[in-house]
């Protein structure tokens, strides 16, 4: 077995029982990444940092990839967008420099639809990534980059963000774990905004538990972003026995006449069995307003978000530029004209008009009421259950290149993840086995800090359903 | 109420965007498709709802006055593209 292979907790177990070095991690994870970038193109940057310049801390040594909208100091991070040019932050997003202060080692930077707004990887200024599974396949996205990494075994684990899917999605299709934790539980200081209130940091990893180490790193209150909760349990020590007994697991009663691919129909039933043989209570919860109306208040409040957030790219302080233009004006027009992609457009756009004052009103506010109703409607389902069970998506992958020309019917494949994103809870996208060459994924979502006890119900999945295999890398050169 | 192809190019311009003619054909129909989408909320009394501010209550984060120095001007200056000397140049913003 090549140590690339290995899982972040045996690289961690190995290394301090001395049966390898750091360096020769770094060598087998950089030969992977070498063997498969050319058919896969998860990386916009690879990075030189080294093991010999990595700081001593719990993850010495040990290779990461980070998504490229998470600031890192001196290094250029570009959300995959023309308009951010060559920038080179001044200083690191929180999430990366807890990783760099406890020994990690900086592989690259992921690609990622541009400014997080796509769920296929391939809105991106840099070109599409592709599922290391079947590389004429999507990822998924926006964090197609860093779950095609660590599914073809670049790293053991790499960082994403999650906005309404982009994290649990590229997880599903690419088989790996991915959680988005709850809003609060890890600084946003650092990550390019999309949409502020909903974006947040999360890990991906081949096994929950290390989803656990990397969590005990990142997460925890952070006076640079003031969303960013103190005094909420963060404690992911890893426990093997856990147990569900007795805790209740519902599904979505108006989600049960949804159609679902037959691999996604079928894990759901397996996983509801595996639940109920370990002592888990199967029930129904009725959230009849997320099931109508949470795509419709999700992609307002994004959209109307994003709009105000990227009014900061106008050519004067950060990347891209024009030096010839007759005027501020032309000069706006041109650097955001050429700098932006098409889906950006679309949203700024979109939100622009949504926030007009003859609309506000109508639209934008109307949509963060439907956004209360939402969370009240999650707060009443947690107190019926424990955990809610559901797909990540209604579909498997599609390829690489296909595109809706209905946006809305896109969106509507978000109705599984955006939801979690309105409440700002935890959801944890996890692993259930192979359809053919393709792994299946699907989603436990608990109630606002619960984060802890959701990798511990993963801990249990993850010993029934088994661990992904590492993807085979596409047409490995 | 759908907008027109004048009205949509009118918002891109408050945006800042130039769109070609393709592109604002694409927007007026992704635009109109988007708010039909949102004439759902119609459906919804929220009438006594409270707008969403955030998902539990959360302390104003207000800080010290305090000055905190900063050391790490020359590093700035050497990451960024748009340096003159020990100052950044940043295209002509004043018109005259």
Not at chain 1, 22 to 27: K, L, N, R, V
Not at chain 1, 113 to 138: K, Q, Y
Not at chain 1, 370 to 381: P, S, Y
């Given at each position: ?80 967008s023309r308009i951010l040019g060559n920038w080179r932050p001044p200083y690191d997003a929180t999430a990366w420099a807890r990783l760099r202060d406890a020994g ?40 197609g980059g860093s779950a095609a990494a660590v599914s073809a075994g670049y790293v053991p684990f790499s960082l994403g963000s999650d906005t309404g899917g982009s ?17 609060g539980m890890v600084s946003r200081y650092g990550l390019i905004s999309y949409g502020s209130s909903l974006d947040q940091i999360g890990p991906f990893a081949r ?271 | ?96």
């Amino acid at each position: 077995m090549e140590l690339y292979e290995l899982n972040l907790w045996m690289l961690m177990e190995g290394l301090k029982a001395g049966k390898f070095s750091a360096s020769e991690i770094f060598t087998s994870c950089k030969k992977r990444i070498d063997q498969c970038e050319e058919s896969i193109h998860a990386l916009i940057t690879r990075t030189d940092d080294t093991p010999q310049s990595a700081k001593d801390g719990s993850l010495s040594g040990i290779p990461t990839i980070i998504k490229d909208n998470l600031c890192t100091k001196g290094i250029r991070t570009t959300a995959a967008s023309r308009i951010l040019g060559n920038w080179r932050p001044p200083y690191d997003a929180t999430a990366w420099a807890r990783l760099r202060d406890a020994g990690c080692v900086l592989m690259g930077k992921a690609n990622m639809d541009e400014f997080a707004m796509g769920n296929t990887c391939g809105n991106s200024a840099f070109g599409p990534t592709r599922n290391p599974n079947d590389t004429s396949l999507v990822p998924g996205g926006s964090s197609g980059g860093s779950a095609a990494a660590v599914s073809a075994g670049y790293v053991p684990f790499s960082l994403g963000s999650d906005t309404g899917g982009s994290i649990r999605q590229p997880a599903s299709y690419c088989g790996v774990y991915g959680l988005k934790p709850t809003y609060g539980m890890v600084s946003r200081y650092g990550l390019i905004s999309y949409g502020s209130s909903l974006d947040q940091i999360g890990p991906f990893a081949r096994t929950v538990r290390d989803l656990q180490i990397v969590m005990s790193v990142i997460s925890g209150h952070d006076k640079m972003d003031s969303s960013s909760f103190r005094d909420k349990p963060h404690d992911f020590t890893h426990n093997e026995n856990v147990s569900i007994k007795g805790k209740k697991i519902a599904v979505v009663k108006e989600f049960q006449g949804f159609t679902l691919d037959a691999p996604i129909a079928e894990a759901m039933d397996r996983v509801k069995k595996v639940l109920a043989d370990e002592g888990a209570i199967i029930t129904e919860v009725s959230l009849p307003v997320v099931s109508k109306y949470a795509v419709a208040c999700y992609y307002a409040l994004a959209m109307s978000e994003a709009h105000t957030n990227l009014e900061r790219y106008d050519g004067v302080r950060l990347g891209y530029t024009v030096k010839d233009a007759r005027g501020i004006k032309e000069m706006f027009e041109r650097v955001r004209s050429y700098g932006f992609g098409a889906e950006v457009k679309a949203r700024i756009i979109a939100g622009t008009c949504l926030t007009e004052p003859t609309r506000c009103e109508e639209y934008y506010v109307a949509a963060t009421k439907v956004r209360t109703l939402i969370a009240q409607e999650f707060a009443r389902a947690f107190g019926e259950t424990d955990y809610i069970l559901q797909p990540v998506t209604p579909s498997m992958p599609g390829k690489v290149g296909e595109k809706d020309d209905d946006a809305m019917k896109g969106y509507e494949a978000d109705l599984y993840t955006l939801p979690v994103n309105l409440a700002g809870l935890p959801g944890l996208s996890f692993f259930t086995g192979y359809a053919g060459s393709l792994p299946v994924g699907l989603q436990l979502i608990g109630r606002r800090w619960s984060d802890s006890e959701l990798l511990d119900a993963g801990i249990i999945l993850e010993r029934h359903l088994g661990s992904p295999r590492i993807a085979n890398g596409g047409d490995v050169v | 109420m759908n907008l027109t192809s004048e009205e949509v190019n009118d918002i891109a311009l408050e945006s800042r965007l130039l769109l070609t003619e393709e592109e604002l054909a694409g927007a007026v129909r992704y635009i109109n498709s988007f708010l039909d989408a949102l004439q759902c909320f119609k459906e919804l009394d929220l009438k006594d709802v409270e707008p969403f501010s955030f998902a539990e209550a959360i302390e104003c984060p207000l800080r010290e006055d305090k000055v905190i120095p900063f050391h790490d001007t020359d590093m700035i200056i050497h990451e960024s593209e748009h340096v003159d000397g020990s100052y950044f140049r940043v295209p002509r913003i004043m018109e005259e």
